[in-house]
């Protein structure tokens, strides 16, 4: 065990919740009865006008089924929807989306008429009937009784608030997809067929099985054919990828939609969902000292390539788990991106010669196999996703078979997941992609820890200069020039799905390395500081903007090369040095087989994070085995979450990112700066043990629904009336479960309230906004301060944990991690460690008060 372990806090004390005043709500002004008839009455009658082309149409084709389509009813304020929709017949929900907030115009807030107003979408399928009845409403309500029925008032708050309403349309099905656009580049290879993604309105298994034969008949007259289906109710997901001939594709791009274009069962049309990974040939032979084989379960689950197990650095410290034996598709050379990701969470980088290996195995899931369509220059096959599969249900299943087995085997001692994988066809937009959707509802239940790479942001870089010019600029001028130009590309550098997933760690790329000396070439180092994120990273924020990614990780320097005769700058492609030293499998025809190779990016990152977990998984362990019971093993996924992050600062990047000032003004400096770093650049040595001036002390337990508990933090006695630089760092973390039937997504809200000043200690918050900090799975604040206070021996800081409904009621606790450091900056003769280890109370039951 370490020379100063971790810390633990005694259970925490059920409080009565605090019943705060709170803030009233902002009221927005809105346009009266005349105005609103005005605008929305042409509206109101194209619904009724369109209903009934639709009903003639179907009457002709003698189908024999009743008209249906899907009602968009835009606000500029939330309303309860479920509850309007509930008190009409004929009408089924299907959705609601927050967008983005607008400017005031016919909308706005009596306190504070320029502040923009939010923009609420809500969705439901409808009928007839259904539209009859709302048509009749609107007529109520722009007469002068406003009399409505009881479970109908929400309707008179819908059609005050409502700034359009319409039925969702092909265009609303193709918007921010990309789909034309991908087409458009597949059809450039001249391919006999190409693959598409539709996705249906989740509803009742009944009507969605007649609305899939709909479109599957629909797509089989286009001479399509479906190449997979995918159900997934407690995400409401329901998919087919379907294959479409090339001549049908071609005329899409040029404005043709056929029939299953137009079903108002589909939700949307997307360009297939792929993962490619893609590593450089090997260049040098690998060397590190004897490590010891590890003597415990796996920890951490990897899901990609298959790993070449035989490398002397990987040999028996693998469980490899192939059912679809995609081990026998590789060919010699090819078991690059599995082999570079094992290789880090196991050993790190190879060139830091003070890493040790892991204690555990590490469980490897294949979920890619090669692809020699495409094959870059001095690289072998890229790695992908089966063709055959839809990603979502292709992890759904890989994860379900890590817990749920029934071959004898247990993996049930995995408590994180590696992914270094996101899908290119589709970068974050306002709401959470299916592949996020499933890992946040995994997570939940499995009490499992996802990490997840942001994704790698491959397009040249364009610094406005040209390269003679750029080789005279100083180091800190360069940096700068780099972080202007990735402020400028952001609205491209869009995290890639499932990086927004709100249980999950997201992970981006340090431009860190431990690589020694290297060729000089013609590559250029467009950010010389290591200390800030990698150009190829790929940049926040996430789902309801929460901040991602959640912390930084070193994913090696990638250097550039110039564009003749432009201002640009492309990724060099190369396995030589810089970069992270990783196991690599040997080239066809080689003998020896203790390869390595440069390699960067943020996959590289996130496997660091995992590994970084597991080291703290380790610890934990120790902890456990000195405190029987004090850490359930449930338990250890969250507080690993917790302690992932509480190790996260932004240091001396938050001074060198001042450029973004410029871009997000004084005010919103700390939300755009968490867009870049999010809670900062992780230090696992600093979470994983203490020191004299340094103490943490760790805790978990479950919560339910409007419960409170309190955490106590004893104070050590020779800080009192010392005036000395400290630091209080507050980590609260937890998986939440979800709701798929609310915008909010997000079921569980917990928060703690920082004891900034309570008259024992004076502490101002630093680095992440702290309104920001509320909006995902991971409350982490800095605060920092170096008043003198004094008090008494016993007086301790009062941390409150409470939680809250945020997507509607759940009757689940839900388990949590709580992570507390007290630091002393100064170097005074002080051992603050021992004064609070002795001022912990042993522990007990759970009180009440």
């Known amino acids: ?76 304020d939330a309303v309860d929807f479920q509850r309007a929709v509930r008190s009409i017949a004929g009408l089924e929900w299907l959705g609601e989306f927050e967008l983005d907030d607008v400017e005031p115009d016919y909308f706005h807030y009596e306190s504070n008429p320029s502040k ?12 007839q009937r259904a539209i009859e009845e709302i048509v009749s409403l609107w007529n109520l309500w722009k007469s002068d009784e406003q009399k409505f029925s009881e479970g109908r008032t929400k309707w008179r708050d819908l059609f005050s608030l409502c700034r359009t309403i319409r039925y969702w349309n092909t265009d609303d099905r193709l918007k921010e997809t990309g789909l034309i656009d991908a087409l458009q580049d597949i059809l450039a290879d001249a391919p006999q067929s190409v693959s598409m993604e539709i996705e249906f309105w989740h509803r009742s298994e009944v009507r969605l099985r007649a609305s899939k034969e709909r479109v599957l008949n629909l797509l089989h007259e286009a001479d399509g054919e479906v190449v997979a289906d995918a159900h997934i109710d407690e995400i409401s997901y329901s998919a087919i ?19 299953f274009f137009n079903e108002d069962a ?12 893609s590593i450089p040939d090997s260049v040098e032979s690998a060397s590190i000292p004897d490590r010891p084989l590890p003597t415990e379960p796996p920890v951490v689950a990897i899901l990609d390539g298959v ?20 081990a026998g598709a590789y060919q010699a050379g090819e078991q690059k ?57 292709f992890i759904h299943r890989a994860v379900k078979e890590i817990f749920e087995r029934n071959d004898g085997k247990d993996f049930s001692t995995v408590k994180v997941v590696n992914v270094s994988l996101g899908d290119l066809s589709r970068p974050f937009s306002r709401t959470a992609s299916p592949w996020a959707r499933l890992l946040d509802w995994l997570s939940w239940k499995y009490q499992v820890l996802f990490c997840v790479s942001t994704g790698n942001y491959g397009d040249d870089v364009d610094l406005g200069i040209a390269p003679q010019n750029f080789a005279k600029l100083n180091d800190d001028d360069k940096s700068q020039k780099t972080l202007a130009a990735m402020a400028e590309s952001l609205p491209n550098r869009r995290l890639l799905s499932p990086a927004e997933s709100m249980n999950a760690i997201t992970v981006g790329a340090l431009h860190h390395d431990f690589a020694g000396q290297y060729p000089q070439t013609h590559r250029i180092d467009i950010q010389p500081n290591r200390h800030l994120p990698s150009p190829i990273t790929r940049l926040g924020s996430g789902f309801r903007n ?39 499998p040997p080239p066809a025809g080689t003998a020896h087989i203790d390869h390595a190779v440069y390699m960067r990016g943020t996959s590289n990152a996130t496997a660091l994070a995992s590994r970084g977990a597991a080291r703290i998984h380790e610890a934990l362990r120790e902890i456990q085995s000195e405190n029987s019971g004090a850490i359930p093993d449930a338990n250890l996924a969250v507080l690993m979450k917790a302690l992932l992050v509480h190790g996260a600062a932004w240091g001396d990047a938050q001074h060198q990112l001042g450029i973004l000032k410029q871009y997000a003004g004084p005010r919103n400096f700390k939300r755009y700066l968490s867009r870049f770093m999010g809670y900062g650049a992780v230090d696992i040595e600093r979470v994983i043990e203490c020191t004299e001036l340094r103490a943490t002390v760790i ?140 001022r912990i109370p042993a522990r007990i039951g759970v009180g009440a008060r």
């Open 1 to 76: 065990m370490a020379e100063r372990p971790l810390l633990l806090f005694p259970q925490a004390i059920k409080q009565l919740p605090a019943k705060g005043r709170g803030f009233p709500p902002s009221r927005v002004n809105k346009p009266g009865v005349a105005r609103q008839k005005e605008r929305l009455g042409p509206a109101f009658q194209k619904l009724e006008d369109v209903f009934e082309a639709k009903r003639a149409e179907l009457s002709a084709s003698a189908s024999g089924m009743e008209p249906e389509k899907v009602l968009v009813i835009e606000t500029a």
């Open 116 to 127: 923009p107003v939010p923009h609420v979408l809500y969705l439901a399928m409808t009928n």
């Open 337 to 393: 991106h599995g082999t570079a990701m094992v290789s880090l969470v196991i050993h790190g980088e190879l060139n830091d010669v003070d890493a040790s290996a892991l204690n555990s195995k590490v469980y490897v899931r294949p979920v890619t196999a090669p692809d020699r369509t495409h094959v870059m220059p001095n690289q072998t096959a890229a790695e992908i996703i089966p063709s055959k599969e839809l990603i979502v249900d």
């Open 546 to 584: 929460s901040i991602k990614p959640d912390i930084v990780m070193p994913g090696g320097r990638q250097f550039y090369e110039d564009v003749p005769g432009r201002a640009t700058y492309r990724i060099s492609q190369g396995g030589l040095s810089p970069g992270q030293s990783v196991a690599a």
């Open 699 to 838: 805790g978990t337990a479950s919560i339910g629904a409007g419960e409170e508990l309190e955490y106590r933090f004893p104070l050590p006695p020779a800080l009192s009336g010392w005036e000395t630089h400290k630091r209080l760092i507050i980590t609260l973390a937890w998986f939440t479960p979800i709701n798929p039937a609310h915008q909010n997504w997000r079921q569980a809200k917990l928060l703690y309230t920082p004891p900034k000043e309570n008259g024992y200690i004076d502490l101002s918050r630093k680095e992440a906004d702290w309104q920001h900090v509320k909006k995902g799975t991971v409350q982490h604040e800095v605060l920092q301060g170096k008043e003198a206070y004094a008090y008494q021996d016993g007086d301790h800081l009062k941390i409150p944990v409470a939680c809250k409904t945020d997507a509607g009621d759940f009757d689940d606790s839900i388990p949590f991690g709580i992570a507390v450091t007290l630091e002393v900056l100064d170097d005074i003769s002080i051992n603050i460690y021992n004064e609070i280890r002795d």
């Open 241 to 259: 990828k379907a294959s479409i001939p090339a001549e049908l594709a071609g005329r899409i791009v040029g404005d043709h939609r056929p029939g």
């Open 307 to 326: 790993p070449f197990q035989r490398h002397p650095y990987l040999v028996d410290r693998i469980e490899l788990d192939d059912p679809d034996n995609f």
């Open 266 to 277: 589909v939700y949307c049309l997307r360009p297939e969902g792929q993962c490619v990974t």
